[in-house]
Structure formats: structure tokens, C-alpha cells
């Protein structure tokens, strides 16, 4: 099977090794110096003594880092997508992870829960900027949950999740753990179940530069991914969907974010 007819069964791809080593180290200096600037900080409220209080999600930092808009357009991820889809989504958010020691975990979810891409559905590109495994809380996914439709959510273990709803497995699926090297990128449709366990190493962080794009045939989505972009970096006129959000709700926490609008139902 080539990679287009994997990803069409199975919702998901592994391209290996597709940014270098070097390259990164680079990511993972300019998100330090980000983390002390605390720009694109959404999850307020964490609780005192929670590793992610120090080291808190960054959303849409391509709104305001060249890094990393230059990486969501990056022709290398454009390639794959052509490759798995046949045409180039658009590009619609980053996010960025630490997932610091000690760290939960984002129970499973679907991600056009929250972009409400339509007609189709939203994509991912999840670059790997550790190496990960179960024990740091690689990412999970549901192998063949990807023509799905949006599951109902119920509640998640916060004790391992830090974010309240989760998609319960559908009878006979089970979760997988992708494990993989620093500039490995997991690519996923919008549909397939997925997340991650916490991190329970003791000195080992859990790293990862997010994409997410929407599907060529995509009219709309939800108000908080626009403006939407071309690999050319064009924007590209899509409609708002109504709802939506900025991804996994974090629990206990307002929405806030320097220096960018949020609004909807939550946040992933
Ligand atoms: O990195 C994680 O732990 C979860 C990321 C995720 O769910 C996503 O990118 O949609």
C-alpha cells in the first residue's frame, strides 16, 4: 500500500526524519525564549504546583513567530499532504507543546469537533520535537476511526487528562501508540480519534510543534482559525462556521491569549 491508501484506511501517516536534527534544536530554543515571553498563553487558572503552569501551551504562534508560520508552510509538509490527499490543504493554526515531566495528558478527541471544517474535514501535522514513547506521553491514536462522525463526548479522568471531555473507543477499535523520534511528523484527519497520555518520566519532556489545515474542499471553519492560508501564504477566504473553538478546554482555566482573538467552545 502507498502512503495515500494508508492514510485513506487507516486516518493516519508517519513521515519519518522529515525535519533534521538541527532544525529542532532551533524549534526548541525559540520556544523557550517564547515561554518566557508567555506569548500565546491560553490556558490560564492551572493550578498551582501542575508542571504546565511553568510550561503552558502556546497557541497560534505562526500569528506572531516567523518560525513558526515558516514551518505551517513549510514545502516539505505540503509535499506529504499532496501525497496523502492529493491536493494541498489550507492552513489554519499551530500550536505548540512542552508536556513537561510530571505533565497530563489531552484525553481523546476528534479535532473537527472544534474547527468545524465543512464540506470535508481539518488535518494534522504533529511534528515530533522529543523523542517520545508511552512513558512520555507519545501520541495515541484509533487506527480506522477516521470516517467516523463526530462522537458524542463524555467525561475524561482529569487525573490524566488536562482537558474534561474525551471520545469513548467505539466498540471493537482500539487506541495505538505512535512512538517516535524528534522530527518525525505524525500526519492525521480530522476525524480519527486521538491524544495523549501523561508524562510520566522523570526528566524527559514531550515536545511537539502542531499544524492544523483543513481539506481543499473546505468552505468554512469555526471563527477562531481564520484568517486561513495558502502554502503560499495567501490568504484564503473561508467562511465561519458557527461554534467551534480552540481545541481542548483546559480544565479550571479561562480562555485568555496575548495578542490573539479566541472565542467558541473551548480550546484543543
Ligand atoms: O500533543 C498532544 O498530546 C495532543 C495533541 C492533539 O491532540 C492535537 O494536536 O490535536
Not at 508552510?73 to 490527499?85: C, I, N, S, W, Y
Not at 490543504?89 to 499551530?94: C, D, I, N, R, S
Not at 482500539?174 to 492525521?188: C, K, N, R
Amino acid at each position: 500500500m502507498d502512503a495515500r491508501e494508508v492514510f485513506a484506511g487507516e486516518g493516519y501517516w508517519v513521515e519519518r526524519g522529515l525535519f533534521s536534527r538541527d532544525e529542532i534544536e532551533r524549534v526548541r530554543e525559540r520556544f523557550g525564549e517564547i515561554n518566557q515571553e508567555r506569548r500565546g498563553v491560553v490556558d490560564d487558572g492551572v493550578i498551582a504546583g501542575d508542571p504546565l503552569a511553568e510550561f503552558p501551551r502556546v497557541m497560534m504562534p505562526h500569528k506572531f513567530d516567523a518560525l513558526s508560520r515558516d514551518w505551517l508552510l513549510d514545502k516539505r509538509l505540503r509535499q506529504v499532504f499532496e501525497r496523502l490527499l492529493g491536493a494541498a490543504p489550507v492552513a489554519v493554526q499551530t500550536m505548540f507543546y512542552f508536556k513537561p515531566p510530571g505533565a497530563r495528558g489531552q484525553a481523546l478527541h476528534q479535532d473537527n469537533f472544534y474547527l468545524l471544517a465543512q464540506p470535508g474535514t481539518c488535518v494534522a501535522a504533529w511534528m515530533a520535537v522529543d523523542d517520545c514513547d508511552k512513558e512520555n506521553g507519545c501520541m495515541r491514536i484509533v487506527r480506522g476511526s477516521q470516517d467516523l462522525p463526530t462522537l458524542c463526548t463524555v467525561g475524561a479522568d482529569t487525573a490524566e487528562s488536562f482537558t474534561d471531555v474525551t471520545v469513548p473507543v467505539p466498540q471493537g477499535m482500539t487506541v495505538e501508540s505512535i512512538e517516535m523520534q524528534a522530527g518525525d511528523v505524525l500526519f492525521f484527519n480530522g476525524s480519527v480519534i486521538h491524544g495523549s497520555g501523561p508524562n510520566r518520566s522523570a526528566d524527559r519532556f514531550r515536545r511537539a510543534l502542531i499544524g492544523h489545515y483543513v481539506t481543499s474542499e473546505a468552505t468554512e471553519v469555526s471563527r477562531y482559525y481564520h484568517p486561513c492560508l495558502d502554502f503560499e501564504g495567501n490568504e484564503v477566504s473561508l467562511g465561519e462556521a458557527v461554534g467551534g473553538g480552540v481545541c481542548g478546554e483546559f480544565v479550571g482555566g479561562e480562555v485568555r491569549m496575548v495578542g490573539v482573538d479566541v472565542s467558541g467552545r473551548g480550546n484543543h
